[in-house]
T-cell receptor
Framework: SQQGEEDPQALSIQEGENATMNCSYK?????LQWYRQNSGRGLVHLIL?????REKHSGRLRVTLDTSKKSSSLLITASRAADTASYFC??????????????FGGGTRVLVKP | EADIYQTPRYLVIGTGKKITLECSQT?????MYWYQQDPGMELHLIHY???????EKGDLSSESTVSRIRTEHFPLTLESARPSHTSQYLC???????????FGPGTRLTVT
């Protein structure tokens, strides 16, 4: 099973509403990152939160990290149609033979309806 | 948009053909990666490189091979394509291990 698992797998909301998605992981991490992928494109880095941080903001994005529960959440406030995309969490594990490879979760598909 | 490029963007080929997917970046990053993304969206690391002449296999076994002769170039080769190789292939690079990765637009490969 994968390191990062996301919930829900898909989310449909109206423009202006908030979107929340969660990521759970299994091992100790150095940091956790969130990426966005528009249909047919590569991933774009959104935000990185370190293991000693609990919350981070970037524009309309808010990320929380609870290392005791091994979970993170991404909140998109006041969503727009342009936020329609897939969102992935990625973890950089503490102990890896090759040193901190990122492991990606399965993603959450978000549809923002105008 | 990141300065990382992949060609071709789309490729349809017949079984048994040899193909090379190109990936180049102009950011001077030492670390480069190849991911395979299945229709269910999950990304699987298939190859990575931490510098010139350094290549390693990733978490998902792949019949493809890679080379890293120049810092900016990280091509992926399939000697004999099969329908099971049909997928989206994403190339990425980073300054440091475990930190922000920059992705190319991807190559969607279909093997008939």
């Amino acid at each position: 099973s994968q390191q990062g698992e996301e919930d829900p797998q898909a989310l449909s909301i109206q423009e202006g509403e908030n979107a929340t998605m969660n990521c759970s992981y299994k091992t100790s991490i150095n940091n956790l990152q969130w990426y966005r992928q528009n249909s047919g494109r590569g991933l774009v880095h959104l935000i990185l939160i370190r293991s000693n941080e609990r919350e981070k903001h970037s524009g309309r994005l808010r990320v929380t990290l609870d290392t005791s529960k091994k979970s993170s959440s991404l909140l998109i406030t006041a969503s727009r149609a342009a936020d329609t995309a897939s969102y992935f969490c990625a973890t950089a594990e503490v102990i890896k033979a090759a040193g901190n490879k990122l492991t990606f979760g399965g993603g959450t598909r978000v549809l923002v309806k105008p | 948009e990141a300065d990382i490029y992949q060609t071709p963007r789309y490729l349809v080929i017949g079984t048994g053909k040899k193909i090379t997917l190109e990936c180049s970046q102009t950011m001077g990053h030492d670390k480069m990666y190849w991911y395979q993304q299945d229709p269910g969206m999950e990304l699987h690391l298939i190859h990575y490189s931490y510098g010139v002449n350094s290549t390693e296999k990733g978490d998902l076994s792949s019949e493809s091979t890679v080379s890293r002769i120049r810092t900016e170039h990280f091509p992926l080769t399939l000697e004999s394509a099969r329908p099971s190789h049909t997928s989206q292939y994403l190339c990425a690079s980073s300054v440091n291990r475990g930190y922000e990765q920059y992705f190319g637009p991807g190559t969607r490969l279909t093997v008939t």
